[in-house]
């Protein structure tokens, strides 16, 4: 063999090798293409010029050309009309106890069908479901179960609520909105768990269908929205107050991360926010913070943290507040806020005890707000 | 200045610089194999670049004076911006941060370090007018001087800042007396500014956490120990890691209750691992129960000690605990005792060095040291509401592992899954547990039966066991710890960066395009180098294939020995200084050779596959320890007697002192960027072994060709 029959049978190797390597790489990048996605045209969205589109579901506005996905990853403009790609699409089926959402003030002791796509319109560094939230729904494996399926599957297992949880439901909210209606049909709850980054034309709509609202309210305080969260406090507040004007039962649940977001001087401010625009009625819980995805080595929130919170928001006048994530504690109960007495005990998810009469106290017969059957 | 010093004390700096950087930078980048692997590829390419670019630096004694100056004020400074590096990533303590900035930050640190110690060898060898055998022997034996030093001096006693600032102080005066051009002001400022380093290691670290409080730090040969406050609660970490906190009782409760409910009347319990985190509390809570706990670090429970309630510091004193403070695989090897629960309190298998713990291997020793019916469990992080194709590899590789040990095998679902194993039946039925609870008045709060219903729901317990048992059947053996690579691939998906798409495509490619390509094209250019026949290929090739082989060799015989007799901090630190003491003694027996030929090159080519064939036929768990003494002193031996040879018949042909010690070095970083964190863990040690033995065949084939052109 002479140089150049080297070089050349070398080169050709080479070239071989390279496309095998290149081919390799491009099933990388092209999985997208083999999974199949949904393709169910989006509610809230404005045509733009250029095939372009404006997305009006959240608070992002995203504007998108032809082929480009929101923030969320789950919706995309596809020749001018924006379609969600996960109607119907499931990635996470549980049952679980009403309490675990937390709902404390909703059929206590009903099992809800906990049900949840891929995608968020925010990016909290200590999301508890980032494996699901924090990808694209053709990174993850779901199943096919249509709005139908999930009622009838409610019915089965005898769900009386069904609860759009763990990821963000706003984003898979054309599915979600069909399957509250279907629900209602049957006499089934529905109750979102939400960040609560959602415009107030979907919100309003959404709140004829569904009928509790857990909204996370993950600080006070915009820098550390925008640091943690990757979105904004203002429209969240607002979501919160358009929902405390309507009939649609409300909850909040503020994480108490130490050191982020536990001063009291921010717990004080909230809490005068919430009496003033939401009311003292509305069930608050401080939930434990417990180290999780990119915030995995912090410490966990202490008690007392906790304690001192649950107490700056009793003092500023909220009647129905609780500390979450600490099983057996006594603010995991709810009492009497005329009488003073317990009227619901809890432990964990379990309900111990329930002393309400017809929405009333039994040892007083003080009405107690929520939706208890 | 006495010519014998600087290339003695370039040895003594690159080794303890390195070593020193790598804890550290372990301490803060979360300690896995890929950081580790990063730092030290990083190091050793801009090494390798300082000494082959060091030709394009003219060499004056001043500027070999300066050369040592920079490498010694870098190196503090690269600790200094290390230990803030999460204000220039912009994150909290405690917050993860993805690869793109940790591989930005091990070349930024080690660059200006190691590159001038690359450029110092070349300077060295100008001083040394050109006798780089010379050099290398010094610095061989510097390095193994240090070795010694570092290793059962400086790492036992002293924090990884204090060890930086003292050996600045010694290098500096040492350089101060060798200089004719002496400035005492200068060396006043810089000792003031090491006695700085030496003085605020813990105010910087304190810094460094805020707004947490951190209250005690400690430097153990295993990591960076560090406490926390917040509040009434305190945190403990090893390398920035959350080791636990104190109180957490859902950690401590779900550690050992899942287990020990199992058969609550059994009374013989062995713990390895986290009872300082409150297991050991938990665990007493069955009165008839005994329980040996092991911990590796004593440091561990003593700076846990210093700061837990007496009420926890109790159950180490309890007359039913026997506290071992030992290698937990040792232990359990050794001990005659069975017990009725094996319990592991471990982290997740994020290294080849944790990994060890969730092989085969280890399972059957386990297996064999439970009594009849006996219970084995672990702990792993989990999700609980979705299992990923990646958190899905990783569940599935330790259940089948488990399976192939144990006839009875179940998974608790939740955020952490707990592993049960036994020869009998074990029960998650919710309701079945929560009566033993309430039969044992177990005062407990998270494994309680107002929780467990919930979370043993049987929805929840099959969705767990389908999801696993759809995963891939590849079992975790400790010559081929795959599950590492699984939770590295999982780790990585945090980050979704390219990061993520580079260990999932790894994962994929397969042995094919991962060694079967490049040792095709390795012989590609075997082939186009015989035929271009240019002489000194035949002598720099073998160097740059030595380096290789040499970090891949040591990566396993370091693996492989802690997988088969534990972790004993001097014992590994004695392989290191093996390893270097062999280098000095090659170099030395290099340079006896009173006339060096090309023949020579391939005897000890073909040492080195003598060394690799018999390391394969040799390598399994009873391999006499004294063989890993002897491997790697022997690797030495001949590494540092081809470095002679080669570079001794290459510089016949051309003065270019630098290039041999940089090919050395470039083949090293190869093998250091892909050995430990991909090759290892995807096709285990043995195949690895197989494939440097190829590799090596092939060199020493190449050799045999250019006989006759070297000979022309």
Known sequence: MNRRQFFKTTGAAGITACSGFSSLLMDMYTFAETTNLSKKEAVFYKKLEDREIECTLCPRFCRLGDKERGYCGVRENIGGSYYSLVYGKACAVHIDPIEKKPFFHFHPRSPALSLASAGCNVNCRFCQNWDISQVRPEQIQHFDFPPDKVVQFALKNSCPVIAYTYSEPVVFYEYMYDTSILARKQNIKNVVVTGGHINPEPLAKLMEVVDGIKVDLKSFNEGFYSRYVRGELHPVLEAIKMIARSKIWLEIVYLVIPSLNDSPEEIKTMSRWILKEVGPDVPLHFSRFYPMYLMKNLPPTPLSTLERAHNIAVQEGIRFVYIGNIPGHKYENTFCPNCKNTIIQRKGFSVIKIDLDNRRCKHCQHIIPGVWS | ?712
Request: charged fraction near 15%; glycine fraction near 6%.
């Open chain 2, 1 to 712: 200045m006495r010519k014998s010093i600087p290339p003695f004390l370039l040895g003594f700096l690159a080794l303890s610089f390195q070593v020193i950087l790598l804890r550290e930078f372990s301490a803060h980048f979360y300690g896995n194999e890929i950081t580790f692997g990063l730092l030290l590829s990083s190091w050793l390419l801009w090494g390798s670049l300082g000494s082959i670019l060091a030709k394009k630096i003219r060499f004056s004694l001043h500027r070999l004076e300066n050369a040592f100056v920079v490498a010694l004020i870098s190196f503090p400074m690269s600790l200094i911006i290390l230990r803030f590096s999460r204000y220039v990533i912009g994150i909290l303590p405690g917050e993860m941060t993805g690869m793109i900035p940790i591989f930005l930050f091990s070349l930024g640190l080690s660059l200006p370090v190691s590159f001038p110690l690359g450029v110092l060898f070349v300077f060295n060898t100008h001083l040394q007018r050109g006798d780089l055998s010379r050099v290398y022997i010094l610095e061989s034996l510097g390095a193994s001087v240090s070795g010694l030093v570092v290793y059962f001096v400086f790492i036992p006693f002293l924090s990884n800042w204090q060890s930086a600032s003292l050996i600045g102080v010694l290098s500096f005066t040492v350089l101060f007396i060798a200089s004719e051009k002496r400035k005492l002001w200068s060396l006043i400022l810089i000792l003031c500014f090491l006695a700085l380093i030496f003085v605020f290691d813990l105010p910087s670290q304190k810094i460094y956490w805020k707004p947490f409080s951190l209250i005690q730090s400690k430097d153990t040969p295993y990591g960076k120990l560090q406490a926390l406050e917040t509040e009434e609660q305190i945190s403990f970490y090893n390398n920035s890691l959350l080791i636990y906190s104190y109180p957490d009782l859902a950690s401590s409760e779900e550690s050992v209750h899942f287990a020990l409910l199992q058969n609550p009347s059994a009374d013989h319990a062995l713990l390895i691992g986290g009872g300082a985190g409150g297991s050991l509390s938990q665990a007493l809570k069955y009165p008839q129960l005994y329980v040996d706990h092991v911990e590796i670090d004593p440091q561990v429970i003593q700076f846990s000690l210093m700061f837990l309630p007496e009420k926890e510091k109790e159950s180490f004193h309890s007359s039913r605990v026997r506290i071992f403070y030992e290698d937990g695989r040792v232990f359990l090897r050794r001990t005659r005792k069975t017990y009725d629960f094996i319990i592991l309190n471990l982290p997740d298998p994020s290294t080849a060095q944790i990994n060890r713990f969730y092989t085969k291997e280890f399972f059957l020793i386990a297996r064999e040291k439970l009594s009849d019916g006996g219970i084995f469990s672990f702990r792993i992080s989990s999700a609980e509401n979705y299992i990923s194709y990646e958190l899905q590899s990783l569940l599935a590789s330790l259940y089948f592992t488990l399976k192939e040990v144990f006839p009875e095998v179940k998974v608790v679902p939740g955020g952490t899954n707990i592993f049960l194993a036994s020869s009998d039946a074990l029960s998650l039925k919710a309701e079945e547990l929560s009566q033993k609870i309430k039969k044992y008045r177990l005062n407990n709060t998270f494994v309680s039966p107002h929780l467990l219903m919930s979370r043993l729901s049987p929805f929840r317990v099959n969705f767990l066991k389908n999801r696993i048992q759809e995963g891939e059947k590849i079992a975790n053996l400790d010559l081929a710890p795959i599950s590492y690579f699984f939770n590295s691939v999982l780790w990585s998906t945090q980050f979704q960066g390219i990061e993520t798409k580079l260990l999932s495509f790894f994962s994929k490619a397969g042995r094919f395009w991962l060694l079967d390509i490049p040792l095709f094209l390795f012989i590609m250019l075997l082939l186009f180098l015989v035929l271009r026949t240019r002489r000194s290929a035949f002598y720099l090739l073998p160097l740059a294939v030595m380096g290789f082989t040499t970090i891949s060799f040591e990566i396993i015989a370091l693996i492989s020995f802690q997988t088969f007799y534990g972790y004993l901090y001097k014992r590994v630190a004695l392989l290191f200084t093996c390893f270097m003491f062999g280098l000095f003694l090659g170099s030395l027996r290099g340079k006896a050779r009173n006339i060096v030929y090309f023949v020579q090159i391939i005897f000890i080519q073909a040492g080195f596959i003598c060394l690799l064939f018999l390391s394969l036929f040799f390598l399994n768990a009873s391999t006499p320890e004294i063989c890993f003494y002897f491997g790697l002193f022997a690797l030495g031996f001949l590494g540092g007697d081809l470095f002679i040879v080669s570079n001794r018949l290459y510089l016949k042909e051309k003065k270019n002192y630098g290039l041999g010690y940089g090919l050395d070095l470039f083949g090293s970083f190869l093998g250091a960027v892909a050995v430990s964190s991909l090759f290892i863990p995807l096709f285990g040690l043995l195949t690895v072994l197989r494939y440097l033995l190829l590799l090596n065949s092939f060199c020493l084939a190449f050799l045999v060709f250019g006989l006759k052109n070297v000979q022309k």
